[in-house]
């Protein structure tokens, strides 16, 4: 025989074994029913693309970063970097006949080869969702009901939403003369939590900004107070200027529509501070932070941009959207101890003896299957101790034991794993009485 | 403004678009589900490995096939070309812990640089399912039972599951004095349905098979008749041979329990001719057809193999599995026009006017939501008749129609897009009114 291969994955990649990729699964049929439940569409794009267009709208830092090499044809390929550059080459591509609004949701794994220190990972999974097509800021309310949604049916109780719209800044910045500046102030403001105001000033004055100036813009995107005061405050400094004003607007309307959606008070919370790195949200701005986990960052981040697509396409498309980062959610979990550790897939677990005819498990587990049960029939007749040992390692919540005799009797015996209780029931009761004991059949 | 860049998928990828990816969903969680009733557990791996790992397996058709590069740390390194090679040096690496009987499905993209002639793709999706560490035939049996339901959920009436086991063909082999051929054989009778009888003989001929014997063999695997005839013919011809015994005896099982466990009779159909290509199986195979469209080729495939990691590990792995085509089966799908067609995620559409209340709208839709009825919110008070004209395009079952009178009369109109029927309903009513037309209260 050959020398064995290493079994082992690529530094930075990882296997989800099913005590992992249960909860994965859970949160994305989770997101899907939230997104499909405001009419999200799903879509997908295909992992390689031309390396042409997935660097068209990024920096030096995607080139770095990227998996890019030649395919058979000898065209310059590239693995997808996240899910909105291609989504923007899919709607230029396919918008113009499917119609706007469009509002889509992309889930799906994107590779980007950086530093694999404080637990990042090289593969992880997005879920973005957007609306294009319109700049109605019912879509950006619409946003965040979403994101409430998203993280309320994933099981938190305890988040905030911040929120604020890059309009206030822009105004704020034009009442300072720092329009032209803007990129420069906005970039360096959003490393504000991470590095402190002085080295945030330092980097404005690098970039030609009077620091004086810079401190103005750091106190007052650092204002603080309830939502009405902060949109209060805005509108006694800044009420004249336009974009200010409408950014104003905007929020109060997001306000109030979420009180009426029934968002708890304090969900949202209006962050003059958040500025979101990326040049191109031009409104509403996105970040949401667990109150038990504030140090993991931001679990849902997202805003309004004015133009998508328009490296591809002259039709204008402005929208809004948001990313639930699946990975750093899976960790938030973990570190919470929120995870169940289960590996098991189905509730029920059923012993096989030696000497029973051909059948009798599998037409019993078909007839719990029919019923919405599902059951793992165990392949051996190994020692009953064996096998359920091997069903409380996975988890299982009921083990079904029925033996030769009990097939003449027509009762099998019912064990609750965790607590060891154990009945007999008649066979035709068995549906009925796993149904109840599992909680299937409502209140 | 420069130049756009064209937005374009490469050749052999394709985009998603709502229309597609809604069925592909939707068969995605009815194979989830079915799997996960059967007591299978979610897994997955990275789409990038070594390729020293993913190419150990493969032979020099994996290797001209493959997407292959240097990483940003010089690597080797490729995507995976299928689902069971990543399966096999997962198992050797965490199987260990996890324990056996190990029952896994993992659902997937995979990626083959490979010709794109006859609709076929260079990114496809593969749903695997696989039983490994243990060779009793229960879990063969019950991978039938599998790709039953999972067919059966998938909403397929007509087709049918061939079956056969390569110890019949062993033994066949055997008595034949041909053993010490039998990959070539095999290899050669695969090909069998594709190009008739002459050029496999011809391909045996060519790995020194003698021509009369080559017949025989095809002669003995062409036997056709009922389940029980063909398990008589084989033994009554190779009853003496053990290996030939062991593969009636197996095969014999698994009718008698598919009978127990409810399956129609004909849908399990024993069929000597299938081999399957692949040298690795060595017991039970699976090929399943659609009786509608034989042509489009097996759509589920699979069988026993006695050692799935022997490249990574000496832990022996037996096991036995099948693979659910999922590009073809859409594709089939889309043949037999039973794709649906719709882009609506959600049922429910709701017309917004202008003059209406901040967040009237999104109130009524979270009240609806919470009834677990999805509902679109139409982002600007655009003509009523251009938001329906999109309401129809999408494919939306109902439309809400509430203008500022109905808000302060609390009456607003349901219309089914398809009949154009109207009525108007009482606030409080709308959501179980919608449950009942959308048939969610069950019987």
Known sequence: ???????????????????????????????????????????????????????GKGGAESDKIIYRFKDHGDRDVALRFDLTVPFARFAAQHVPALGTPFKRYHMGPVWRGENTAHGRYREFWQCDFDTIGTTSNSSDIEAALVINALLSAIGFERFEIHVNNRLILSGLLEELGLADKSTAVLRALDKLPKVGIEPVVEEMVLHGVDAEKGRKVLELAGFKGTNEEIL????????????????????????????????????????????RGLDYYTGTIFETFLSDLPGIGSICSGGRYDNLAGLYTKMPLPGVGASLGLDRLLAAMEELKILGGVQASAPVFMVRFAGTPPGVYEKLAATLRASGIGVEVFPEPKKIGQQLQYAEKRGFRFA????????????????????????????????SHLRKMLGMDGS
């Open 400 to 431: 079904l034991i029925a033996g030769p005799d009990d097939f003449a009797s027509r009762k099998f015996k019912i064990k609750e794993l965790a607590t060891r209780q154990e009945a007999d029931y008649d066979e035709v009761l068995i549906p």
């Open 232 to 275: 209060a405050f805005v509108s006694a400094k800044f009420g004249n200027n336009p974009k200010a004003a409408d950014g104003v607007k905007r929020l109060d309307e997001m306000l109030q529509v979420a009180n009426q959606a029934g968002l708890p008070s304090g969900r949202l919370h209006i962050d003059l501070s958040i500025a």
């Open 1 to 55: 025989m050959a020398d064995l291969i290493q079994p082992r994955t690529l530094k930075g990649f990882r296997d989800y074994v099913p005590s992992l990729m249960i909860p994965r699964e859970e949160i994305l049929q989770k997101a899907r029913a939230v997104y499909r439940s405001f009419g999200f569409a799903p879509i997908d794009t295909p992992a390689l693309e031309y390396t042409e267009i997935l660097l």
